[in-house]
């Protein structure tokens, strides 16, 4: 009888392409038979399952032996001879084909996930994608954009983490920079708030106390306190706890306030 190994993955495609590599049998002599399709869950976050498939690993034939042997022969043939400038350029290649497709791989499961959350609150809305410096950025154009932003972006940042939570979700280290945008309001809210920095720091300057700008999601906090940060005059901090805190300006020790031009 036939020895057996099983294998698992996301899905059957995947397993079935694990097995044919390890095992360096081609797609169409792989004999197997599904144990479980798996299943995705809910939005490949919880109850996710994997599919699994059983191999028959083939006898190996005469045919086979011999043409293993030769080409162990050809091999021992070809390593005595040397090789110049050849190894690092292979590597790069095959760091460059693996960086390559693990980005692929990212963009696709993210657009997927995103289609079908998307779906499920709208409809007619679409996805384009760019990529900057290892970071992934979704574009949401179309449907309902008001739900998709929520309030104060609150539906847009739960959206976001969803899609980085599914994209990241068997990833220990290197990880990729999930970005989801609907109709350019992460850019127009990122000028609104700056302006509304500059608004009140100016404000704490003049009157020399702190000002406080209310509940804030750790993404607009960040351009405020990036608009300010080399404001010489005035500080900013968080205060408060949870998923939404306020942020205050106070003014700098010994700086002096500013007079009201009259």
């Not at 032996?65 to 080409?71: I, L, P, Y």
């Not at 940042?157 to 990880?175: C, F, H, S, T």
Request: hydrophobic fraction near 35%.
């Amino acid at each position: 009888m036939s020895p057996c190994l099983e294998f698992e993955d996301r899905n059957v495609e995947m397993a079935v392409k694990k097995a044919c590599k390890e095992l360096n049998i081609p797609r169409a002599k792989l004999k197997h038979d599904v144990i479980s399709y798996g299943s995705t869950g809910i939005f490949g976050l919880v109850g996710t399952k994997k599919a699994r498939i059983r191999v028959t690993i083939p006898e190996p034939s005469t045919e086979d032996v011999v043409e293993e042997s030769d080409a162990e022969q050809q091999n021992e043939a070809s390593n005595k001879q040397p090789i110049k400038g050849t190894a690092s350029k292979i590597e790069v290649t095959h760091d460059e084909r693996t960086v390559n497709s693990f980005v692929d791989d990212a963009k696709n499961l993210g657009r997927d996930a995103l289609q079908r959350v998307i779906d499920l609150i709208t409809t007619d809305a679409t996805i384009s994608i760019e990529e900057h410096s290892n970071r992934i950025y979704f574009h949401v154009h179309g449907g309902n954009s008001a739900v998709l932003i929520g309030k104060r972006g609150q539906t847009l940042e739960a959206i976001q983490y969803i899609v980085e939570r599914i994209v990241n979700k068997n990833r220990r280290e290197d990880r990729v920079g999930i970005q989801v945008d609907v109709e350019g309001y992460l850019e127009k809210r990122r000028i609104s708030l700056q302006r509304l920095a500059v608004k009140m720091a100016e404000k704490v300057k003049r009157t020399g106390k702190p000002a406080t700008i209310e509940q804030m999601n750790a993404y607009d906090r960040r351009i405020v306190h990036i608009a300010l940060k080399h404001e010489s005059m005035v500080r900013t901090q968080s205060k408060g706890e949870g998923f939404l805190r306020k942020l205050v300006i106070f003014p700098k020790r010994n700086a002096p306030r500013k007079q009201r031009s009259d």
